[in-house]
Antibody, heavy 117, light 110 residues
């Protein structure tokens, strides 16, 4: 059974960097596409980006200058860093994986990150 | 404003068939696969349809996806109370070089 679990601070100050980690069990992070998606409270879904099994990354152009996604195969984890955050970055952040870069068959439960001083 | 346009809401009675539309353009739905997700209240989205009309194992055949031109549809037949959820379409957009989502459709079972 594949499971994903997000972890990280639930509160980040404006202008600082949001950092989240996704721990994967039941599957290897090296064998699929690992992605991050976010959902502001009461709103729809927004794709952030992915890292592929070969280490290739691709990011949403609207966030590209601020996003880094990386993988730690030794811990079977992948991570998200989003710099220079503002209140507009307040959202539930989901990690997900999939057999292709464009869809996700397993999701984490999501973690709410609020940006506030 | 979402790149893919969905109706905000739709409803039906148990047993009815409901259809959710997802309107896009030649750079997304018109040239790429469409995906559909179901999000029950307070939970993570769940993949319902991939590659426009394929169902993952475990998804009932009451759910079906289709596409025509730059629009796609999700049909739910034999509507059940447990189908009450938000539904999102998604597709890769070649012009934006991004995966884009619709704004979501809330399905209410009356």
């Amino acid at each position: 059974q594949v499971q994903l679990q997000e972890s990280g601070p639930g509160l980040v100050k404006p202008s600082e960097t949001l950092s989240l980690t996704c721990t994967v069990s039941g599957a290897s992070v090296s064998s699929n596409y690992c992605s991050w998606i976010r959902q502001p409270p009461g709103e729809g879904l927004e794709w952030i980006g992915y890292i592929s099994y070969s280490g290739t990354t691709d990011y949403n152009p609207s966030l590209k200058s601020r996003v880094t996604i990386s993988v730690d195969t030794s811990k079977n984890q992948f991570s998200l860093k989003l710099s220079s955050v503002t209140a507009a970055d307040t959202a539930v952040y989901y990690c997900a994986r999939g057999p292709a870069s464009t869809y996700f068959d397993y999701w984490g439960q999501g973690t709410l990150v609020a940006v506030s001083s | 404003q979402s790149v893919l346009t969905q109706p905000p809401s739709t409803s039906g009675t148990p047993g009815q068939r409901v259809t959710i539309s997802c309107s896009g353009s030649s750079s997304n739905i018109g040239s790429n696969y469409v995906y559909w997700y179901q999000q029950l209240p307070g939970t993570a989205p769940k993949l319902l349809i991939y590659r426009t009309n394929q169902r993952p194992s475990g998804v009932p055949d009451r759910f079906s996806g289709s596409k025509s031109g730059t629009s796609a549809s999700l049909a739910i037949s034999g509507l059940r109370s447990e189908d009450e959820a938000d539904y999102y379409c998604a597709a890769w957009d070649d012009s934006l070089s991004a995966l884009v989502f619709g704004g979501g459709t809330k399905v209410t079972v009356l």
